[in-house]
């Protein structure tokens, strides 16, 4: 799909053709001569039309309007939360509608300077998020596809890097949502290995893929042992992003990549065992943020691991009650193999100490018990540093990404011991997510460290079942971040390392 952006007054909004046109409506607008600007007053005036962030009001083939289907969708005082909103609404609205180009006018919108940009970034993504839809095992599609956006505003310089930032990050979520839908047996470890290496094709990635062999020369006994009771043989996968010079300390981010969790001889019930698919969204989540570094090449420097394979029972495979030994030298009592991300998550963190990382974060669907905690509104945050902390949490707000600090307390680890390892893999049901944390960081104490239980937040269920891309949203803003504050000249898309400037671009 082609996103273009462009200078659009009001009077041009209602005159230029096009199958749909959406009008972000924002509250206190006035008759002001021009069709639209009066329409929507009018509609106000005699409450047909309520300019609140989630509601709508559709006309087709009015007069005076070169657009086909109008869309006029509230957006209250018009932040980013309130874009996203009402596109998500206008976007699902249009859905089954055989539109194949639209326009989104931001025109009525008297934003300036970065709030102008974070509500255009939100409209670029919340746009892209509308129209993807998941194709790869389907024979017919299942729906019309949209083939260009044109977004307008009226004054397009302030506009720039919010959409240009939303472009890049609308590749990436597509990316993680279309790993995280494919079915495992689209998505084996292979596979994923696949795409990473398709990834390594861009400009300043490279991918490195390490298979079983190699693994057990590196002693990770661990991610070996969750993996013995599969047909599948395991990757990991490491991924490298250089955007700064050599010398800075790389952020590096671990995904867990269990492409299916049946919970191995601790074996999951059925219901709902399908969506256990979702189980390497970390992965993808890691694999959607090198897809956008490659878009914005913000000077930062980036490595990501991801431990991959499949989590089945078997004659060969883990038992209850089986002793490994960790890459870190650490024993484990496996008392639960179900509780399978933590172990092939040590050994990767245990991995990254070799790059001397200014942080290590890692991403992962691992507890049930972070849905039951937070749901599907943000994902669990633990982190063993306040200041990555700190970041990690603001990126997430800005994102609209969100995530929620949760305790570390050293208490959390005592059912964690076993007369018969160096740890067990589980404690007791009780503050289960934290506890989890309490075992990953064991293997984390070398770098400061943060982990984001993204089992709540990386797939809805349901009708709507799939991938949602999070939290590539967090992640980038994140490191975007980091690449500001390293150099705090950078301002615009064009300085952030960009090479070649692109006017419009395919998401
Ligand atoms: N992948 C699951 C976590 C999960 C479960 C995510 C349901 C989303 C929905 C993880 O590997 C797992 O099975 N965790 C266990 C841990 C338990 C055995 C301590 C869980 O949460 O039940
Ligand atoms: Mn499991
Ligand atoms: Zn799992």
């Known amino acids: 799909m082609d996103f273009e952006l462009k200078t659009l007054s009001r009077p041009r909004s209602a005159s230029e053709k096009t199958d749909a046109l959406i009008v972000l409506v924002p509250t206190g607008v006035k008759p002001q001569g021009d069709a639209l600007s009066d329409l929507m ?10 300019p609140q ?9 009015s007069a005076g309007l070169g657009a086909t289907r109008l869309l006029l969708a509230g957006v209250g005082g018009g932040s980013a939360r309130e874009v996203k909103k009402a596109l998500g609404a206008a976007m699902a609205a249009l859905k089954s509608v055989g539109a194949q180009k639209l326009i989104i006018s931001l025109s009525w919108l008297e934003l300036e300077g970065a709030e102008l940009s974070a509500a255009v970034q939100a409209a670029v993504v919340a746009c892209a998020d509308g129209t993807y839809s998941y194709q790869l095992t389907r024979s017919k599609p299942a729906a019309p596809a949209i083939e260009k956006v044109l977004v307008g505003v009226s004054a397009q310089a302030a506009a720039r890097v919010g959409f240009e930032t ?10 993680a949502q279309e790993w995280g839908n494919r079915p495992a047996n689209h998505a084996t470890p292979t596979l994923l290995a696949g795409a990473a290496r398709a990834l390594g094709k861009l400009r300043g990635i490279q991918v490195e893929v390490l298979g079983p062999r190699e693994v057990a020369r590196l002693g990770m006994g661990s991610f070996m042992a969750v993996a013995r009771g599969s047909e599948e ?27 299916f969790d049946t919970g191995g001889i ?3 019930p059925a219901p709902e065992m399908d969506e256990m698919k979702f189980d390497m969204c970390g992965a993808a989540s890691v694999l959607g943020t090198f897809r956008t570094l490659a878009e914005l090449r913000p000077q930062v420097n980036v490595v990501g691991l991801i431990p991959a394979c499949e989590n089945m029972p078997d004659g060969r495979a883990l038992k209850p009650g089986d002793v490994v030994r960790s890459m870190s030298g650490q024993t484990i009592e496996v008392l639960n193999t179900d509780a399978e991300g933590r172990l092939i998550l040590c050994d990767a963190l245990t991995y990254a100490e070799r790059f001397k990382p200014q942080a290590v974060v890692d991403i992962a669907t ?33 994102a609209l990404d969100p995530c929620w600090r949760m305790p570390l307390d050293d208490d959390y680890a005592e059912g964690l011991k076993t007369n018969f390892a ?48 999070r939290p590539v949203g967090l992640l980038v803003h994140y490191l975007l971040g980091l690449a500001k504050a390293a150099k705090p000249a950078a301002g615009a898309a064009g300085s952030r390392g960009r090479r070649t400037p692109s006017k419009s671009a395919r998401a």
């Open 53 to 61: 962030a989630g509601k709508l009001l559709q006309s087709y083939r």
């Open 41 to 50: 007053a009018a509609a106000i005036k005699a409450k047909d039309f309520e």
């Open 422 to 469: 160096d740890v067990a893999n589980v404690a007791g049901r009780a503050a289960g997510s934290v506890t989890a944390a309490k075992f990953l960081q064991r293997f984390a104490s070398q770098y400061p460290w943060a982990h984001l239980d993204i089992a709540g937040t990386a797939w809805r269920g349901g009708a709507a079942k799939g991938a949602t891309g």
């Open 266 to 268: 601790s074996i999951k």
């Open 233 to 259: 043989p395991l990757r990991f996968i490491v991924l490298r992003y250089i955007g700064a010079g050599r010398g800075q300390a790389p952020v590096v981010l671990v995904g867990k990549g269990i492409t």
């Open 166 to 175: 939303g472009l890049g990050l609308a590749k990436g979520i597509e990316l």
């Open 366 to 398: 691992l507890t049930g018990a972070c849905v039951i905690a937070l749901g599907a509104v943000r994902s669990g945050l633990f982190a063993s540093n306040d200041e990555l902390a700190q970041a990690l949490s603001a990126a997430g707000e800005a």
